[in-house]
């Protein structure tokens, strides 16, 4: 996590001025477009918006405390005009610079981020890296909005909307790894921002043709990181993205890529605990011979 902590260090010392993601991707060793997507997944919010949040949480300070003239302080923290400081300070404290000078005005705060490794629940991860030939993911599908924290209620709906019929139809399809039902997350919204979408799936992997009525997504050759948990659900399934976006790829020479992220789960009778894998697209750096 070392990693990630000194990123966040590098934003707090520039908040006063131009804040290099690229630089930031550099430090947890890995591409931007892959920092954008972790970051997103473990603070549940685009890195623009953390940073956003932050200059406008120090520079409420700097407006309360009233010595300066709201476009000098809008300037010192990278702002080119009041104007477009006025609306970012209200989109974050929901009121402008000058409501906010008067007594017994509420702000916001957003805190500086900590990432440590805290997980619950889960007695083992492991992973491996397998190389699959082209397959078919054919099921049912979704469009759902993305929701960070709590129950996902499209999912829900959409899960509960799926015949039992129809999930014995898409268990007897599966035919290869990952095997069973299978939950799908694909086409995500680049920066997977708190109400942006993806398209979301009840499927199987296999070879075969889709029914009738059934969504069928061609899944290329190539190579996949299998994360593998046990543990009390749903803790154990949330600790394996945590470890891919926080541990995993910042130590090895991979990058995820876009494609299907698939979970594989099966659950003991009490429904209480769980065996999940979760399979995530991947392709190796140049520190890896990619022929």
Same mark, same amino acid.
């Given at each position: 996590? =070392? ?16 804040? =290099?993601?690229?630089? @930031? ?40 405390? %009233? ?10 923290? %990278?702002?080119?005009? /009041? ?27 957003? /805190?500086?981020?900590?990432?440590? @490794? ?45 015949? =039992? ?12 790894? +990952? ?6 997350? =694909? ?25 009738? %009525? ?16 046990? %543990? ?36 003991? +009778? ?22």
């Amino acid at each position: 996590m =070392d990693q990630w902590n000194r990123a966040i260090a590098e934003i707090e010392n520039h908040l006063d001025g131009h804040i =290099d993601v690229s630089a @930031l991707a550099r430090l947890v060793l890995t591409t931007e477009f892959h920092f954008r997507r972790i970051f997103s997944t473990l603070a549940g919010m685009p890195i623009s918006e953390y940073i956003r949040r932050r200059r406008m949480t120090v520079a409420a300070a700097a407006i309360l405390e %009233g010595r300066e003239k709201i476009d000098t302080i809008a300037r010192s923290y %990278g702002y080119t005009s /009041p104007d477009s400081f006025t609306r970012a300070f209200k989109t974050v404290h929901g009121l402008t610079p000058e409501q906010a000078r008067r007594e017994g005005a509420t702000l916001l705060s957003q /805190p500086r981020l900590t990432f440590r @490794l805290h997980v619950e629940g889960s007695s083992e991860i492991s992973y491996r890296i397998v190389r699959k030939d082209s397959f078919k993911l054919v099921g049912r599908t979704a469009r759902v909005p993305i929701i960070h924290h709590g129950t996902n209620p499209a999912m829900v709906e959409f899960e509960e909307s799926i015949s =039992d019929t129809d999930y014995a139809t898409i268990e007897n399809l599966s035919d290869q790894e +990952p095997l069973g039902v299978l939950a799908v997350c =694909d086409n995500i919204a680049e920066d997977r921002a708190e109400g942006s979408s993806m398209n979301y799936g009840i499927a199987a992997a296999t070879h075969r043709s889709p029914p009738t %009525g059934h969504h069928c997504t061609e899944v290329a050759a190539g190579t996949w990181l299998v994360l593998s948990s046990t %543990g009390v659900f749903p803790q154990a399934v949330a600790a394996m993205w945590f470890q891919a976006g926080a541990q995993w790829f910042p130590s090895n020479p991979y990058r995820l890529i876009p494609g299907p992220e698939i979970v594989q789960a099966s659950y003991d +009778p009490s429904g209480s605990r769980v065996r999940a894998e979760l399979w995530l697209p991947v392709k190796p750096t140049s520190r890896l011979d990619v022929a």
